[in-house]
């Protein structure tokens, strides 16, 4: 039908640096970047006789898993920055995410890894999933 929107979608177009560095070398083979903010900002109660309040909340945490190739370079920079960070009693880098065929985006000033990940060897390659916190990023949940 004439008139219906269309659009793309790859992948290989989402950037995502961690201490401006690009990561997004040797990206896993099915989801590559998962963004989940930590908690609500908005909580919701209500009195016993019907009265109800919002209660707004500070943002806060947002959990990012970044999932590469076991074979992947990047495996190594992630592995330096965090035992960097940890031999330093905690430092802190910038984190920036972007989908660049869409509107999605995501900025924050200050984040950490949490551990190093899991890691499997069996007959085939497999993948290793980083967990980052970013502390109340910049962020837009957009389209294409």
């Known amino acids: ?19 401006t ?6 990206i896993g083979a099915d989801t590559v970047l998962e963004i989940d903010q930590e908690g609500e900002t908005v909580t919701y109660a209500q009195g016993l006789d019907g009265e109800g309040v919002f209660s707004f909340h500070p943002g806060g ?9 076991q074979t ?20 802190l880098y910038p984190c920036y995410w972007q989908d660049r065929k869409g509107t999605s985006s995501g900025i924050g000033a200050s984040a950490a890894i949490t551990k190093l990940p899991p890691e499997k060897f069996g ?17 837009i949940v957009g389209g294409h």
Request: glycine share 6%; net charge positive.
């Open 123 to 139: 007959k085939e390659a497999d993948t290793n999933t980083w967990e980052i916190i970013v502390h109340d990023p910049a962020r």
């Open 21 to 26: 560095l690009d990561l997004m070398k040797g």
């Open 61 to 69: 945490g947002t959990r990012v898993k970044l999932t590469l190739m």
């Open 1 to 19: 039908m004439i008139g219906k929107r269309s659009t793309a979608y790859s992948a290989a177009a989402i950037t995502f640096t961690l201490a």
């Open 72 to 91: 992947s370079a990047a495996n190594q920079v992630l592995t330096a920055l965090y035992t960097t960070s940890m031999a330093n009693e905690g430092l």
